[in-house]
């Protein structure tokens, strides 16, 4: 069984750093794009950094220049790490991974979600 789970998120004043990590687990044979996106209260779910498997990212205005992605394939990883964080920051945060897995015999491909981490910035 393949699944997603994320670690770090939590409760930090504003112009405070997190970082937020996602390990992906089961019969996995690749990982392609990895990707974070959060949703506020209200909202809808955005988009905040994506990095491919050769490491080219791409990062949310909103985000860019204070978020970084970065992964580890060796152990199908991805982190974010969130500096100078503003309470605009505010949000439930959910790592994403299309993944080829054996299941058996068979080779198949899904798209996963982590469980979602809640990041709170306070004022």
């Known amino acids: 069984q393949v699944q997603l789970v994320e670690s770090g998120g939590g409760l930090v004043q504003a112009g405070g750093s997190l970082r937020l990590s996602c390990r992906a687990s089961?019969?996995?044979?690749?990982?392609?794009?990895m990707g974070w996106h959060r949703q506020a209260p209200g909202k809808q779910r955005e988009l905040v950094a994506t990095i491919t498997r050769g490491g080219i990212t791409n990062i949310a205005d909103s985000v860019k220049g204070r978020f970084t992605i970065s992964r580890d394939n060796n152990k199908n990883t991805v982190y974010l790490q969130m500096n100078s964080l503003k309470p605009e920051d505010t949000a439930v945060y959910y790592c994403?991974?299309?993944?080829?897995?054996?299941?058996?015999?068979?080779?198949?491909?899904?798209?996963?979600w982590g469980q979602g981490t809640q990041v709170t910035v306070s004022s």
């Open positions: 994403y991974a299309p993944i080829v897995y054996y299941s058996g015999d068979y080779l198949r491909k899904g798209d996963y």
């Open positions: 089961g019969s996995i044979v690749r990982i392609d794009a």
